[in-house]
DNA sequence: TAGGTTTTGCT
DNA sequence: GCAAAACCT
């Protein structure tokens, strides 16, 4: 199907050669040439951090040399935009397709959405594929085609799909080489001197690059995933997968840990191992919550910046600097959130319960803006990735229809002793207490004088005092939260007096700005503070480009998204250009087989119906054929129009839409126990 | 001891 | 907000 020319598979998050649809594809097709594009710039706010940087350059160099062994050399691009290169790439070899796998923040959705503009519009066929994700976004709805709002709803319908996820495919044998001789890498620089040194320390802890990953975790699935329900309460226990960084990079193929996970959950289900099934459940149900990060980005794309729940926009957050260093620095005065700060910024680790613990701290005692938080995690985490990063602070911060209760204050004492109880986590990472004893080690500012003394610790000196005390918080907090819903309440009044409806109250809306101390990673270029502009000029929604089917459960042609008050999600603005939306999607043409289109992200008031019936049209037609599910849609949602803040008008109100919190909750819940909630897929 | 009350875990 | 677990009495 090449015609003369070869293809590009190009590399981004998907950094292996098993299970990679968009390689395989490429090998079939004939000739390949392997390239990835470096263009941090991009990213925006969100260029990767020390470590994550660390451990990209790690995969690009392990995955290079397995293309080598196989025949052809990974191809590397520095660039300031994506599009461009690939534009140059095609020059110079000249390939006439190009290949990648999906990605679902919302930048990717954005610059891939172009990259298959602009090829397209050159001639070169372009295909994508679904490599990240047991299925796609768009493939799980509800019982009327809607997006869940819940994780368990999700994560259910996920584990009852009536089809299977694609089963995973294997590496290939050998690649026939593109001509590259006039498509020259350049060298990627990831590391600057000063960061060399402690990323030295990383290399022993860790292996990056896909052959490795594909060893732990056949180490995992055969070793400490059985014990993983048991061990889960422990903060150092080596008992977690470790496998976040290999999965956020794609050097592990979520298909193929489902898949084999799923062979042990059936061989312990026989032998009525309940240890074995409990853990694998609740292994699989970490999957899912990555899944569901991908799932929530795509339908609403200001995940990162903006909570779910619209009321948390009137949150009083305490924007306090000193607060902010003293939570990185581990200075809180609270040893379990010390601790944990530490590790993080020792190793670019943190066990998953310890994330919960600094992080509902930072939200709940010190009351920092949780976009603060999760953009040290970003900076900071060796597995930092956007989706799960913002999924798990929306968690934390109450922002998510499921999430937990705000106004509850967890506390550190106690759950030192829960995941600590021998104060060995605390010990190893605060040196400064390693003398207290137990029975102290996680409220110092109780021990007797004597203690302290005995211990080497003067309270204020050598170990901070608590920066916030519990009661304080707590009822600064009620305080805050008693404002929010006034403030929600008088907003709510004045949207439906009519007197200000829309742009009105953008500084309220637009986020807390980063501090100057984080800032600093960014900012040269104008790009970055404003990442969407880049895409500005790119207003049309989705472009799947080809064929592939992509199952749509609902029969009818259920318009539109949850609710049918004005507002809109913050993903879907009103101003969609359909000219060019038809021209993206319709004329594709003569691809290979059914045109697909997906609407999930959509929400066209007119005229988009013609297209949408089109979709489900050529679905009902595609969805009866044989099993191919490859090539694919690219998922993109369209940027805003104008400014930036203007596109938090559309989602005023998050998923809630205009009710209120409390009314919400209600519903999802009633929704949830309504269906019987099954606790497990036993 | 059964019964009520409080705490915990949810993504 | 709910269910299950833990904790009282």
Not at 27 to 33: E, I, K
Not at 350 to 356: A, G, P
């Amino acid at each position: 199907m090449s015609g003369g020319g070869c293809s590009i598979v190009w590399f981004r998050r998907d950094l292996r050669l098993d299970d990679n649809p968009a390689l395989t594809a490429g090998m079939r097709a004939g000739a390949v040439v392997a390239l990835f594009i470096w263009a941090p710039e991009e990213e925006g706010q969100y260029q990767p951090g020390r470590v994550s940087r660390w451990w990209l350059k790690q995969s690009l160099a392990h995955l290079d040399s397995s293309l080598r062994s196989l025949g052809t050399p990974l191809i590397t691009k520095r660039s300031a935009d994506s599009v461009s290169s690939l534009l140059g790439v095609v020059k110079a070899t000249g390939a006439t397709q190009l290949l990648f796998n999906h990605l679902y923040d919302p930048l990717s959705l954005i610059r891939d959405h172009r990259a298959k503009e602009v090829l397209t519009a050159q001639g070169i066929a372009v295909r994508s594929f679904n490599a990240d994700l047991l299925y796609e976004p768009w493939e799980v709805n509800d019982a009327h085609g809607q997006a869940f709002t819940t994780f368990s709803s999700f994560w259910e319908r996920c584990l009852n799909m009536p089809y299977d996820p694609e089963a995973p495919l294997l590496p290939p044998k050998r690649i026939i080489a593109g001509d590259v001789s006039k498509c020259p890498s350049d060298t990627l620089v990831f590391e600057d001197e000063s960061e060399k040194a402690s990323n030295a320390l990383l290399a022993r802890a860790w292996s990056p690059g896909w052959s490795n990953a594909d060893k732990a975790l056949t180490a995992f699935i055969n070793g400490p995933l059985i014990e993983y329900s048991k061990n889960r309460r422990k903060a150092d226990s080596a008992t977690t997968s470790f496998l976040s960084p290999h999965l956020h990079f794609g050097e592990l193929s979520v298909k193929k840990v489902f898949h084999l996970v799923r062979i042990k959950q059936v061989l312990w289900a026989n032998e009525g191992n309940k240890a074995g099934e409990e853990s694998v459940n609740l292994f699989l149900k970490s999957i899912g919550l990555r899944e569901y990060s991908r799932y929530i980005s795509f339908n609403h794309p200001y995940s990162h910046e903006r909570p779910l729940l619209g009321h948390l926009k009137f949150f009083p957050w305490v924007v306090n600097e000193g607060y902010f260093k003293a939570w990185r620095q581990g200075r809180t005065g609270y040893p379990l959130v010390d601790a944990g700060m530490r590790e993080l910024w020792a190793t670019g680790w943190l066990h998953d319960r310890i994330r919960v613990v600094v992080s509902s701290f930072f939200v709940k005692v010190l009351q920092l803006p949780w976009r603060w938080g999760m953009k040290y995690f970003w900076d900071t985490l060796l597995d930092a990735d956007l989706e799960s990063d913002a999924l798990g602070w929306q968690y934390i911060s109450g922002t998510l229809p499921d999430g937990r209760e705000f106004d509850r204050i967890n506390n550190p004492q106690f759950e030192g002793y829960k995941f600590d109880p021998n104060g060995e986590y605390v010990r190893r990472w605060l040196p400064e207490l390693s003398r207290l004893p137990t029975e102290w080690i996680h409220h110092p500012w109780n021990a007797p004088e004597s203690v302290l003394q005995a211990a080497g610790i003067e309270l204020g000196y050598n170990y901070p005092f608590p920066i916030v005390g519990l009661d304080a918080a707590k009822a600064r907090l009620e305080e805050a939260l008693l404002q929010m819903w006034q403030q929600e309440a008088a907003s709510r009044a004045a949207i439906e007096n009519g007197t200000e409806e829309g742009l009105g109250d953008s500084s309220e809306s637009a986020p807390i700005a980063f501090p100057p101390d984080i800032q600093m990673e960014e900012g040269h270029d104008p790009v970055r503070n404003n990442p969407l502009s880049v895409a500005q000029s790119y207003e049309d929604q989705m472009v799947p480009s080809i064929t592939s089917q992509v199952r749509v459960e609902d029969e009818e042609a259920s318009s539109d998204l949850r609710n049918s008050t004005g507002d809109s999600r913050a993903e879907v603005p009103m101003n969609v250009n359909l000219q060019q939306n038809a021209r993206g999607t319709l004329n594709q043409g003569p691809n290979e087989g059914t045109l697909q289109v997906v609407y999930r992200n959509t929400r066209i008031q007119n005229g988009a119906s013609e297209l949408r019936n089109a979709a489900e049209e050529s679905t009902a037609e595609s969805s009866s054929s044989s099993s191919r599910r490859d090539g694919g849609v690219v998922p993109v949602w369209s940027p805003p129009a104008s400014s930036y803040s203007d596109q938090f008008v559309g989602d005023e109100n998050g998923i809630g839409a205009s009710s209120s919190f409390l009314q919400t909750h209600r519903q999802s819940h009633q929704l949830l126990n309504w269906r019987g909630l099954p606790q497990t897929n036993s």
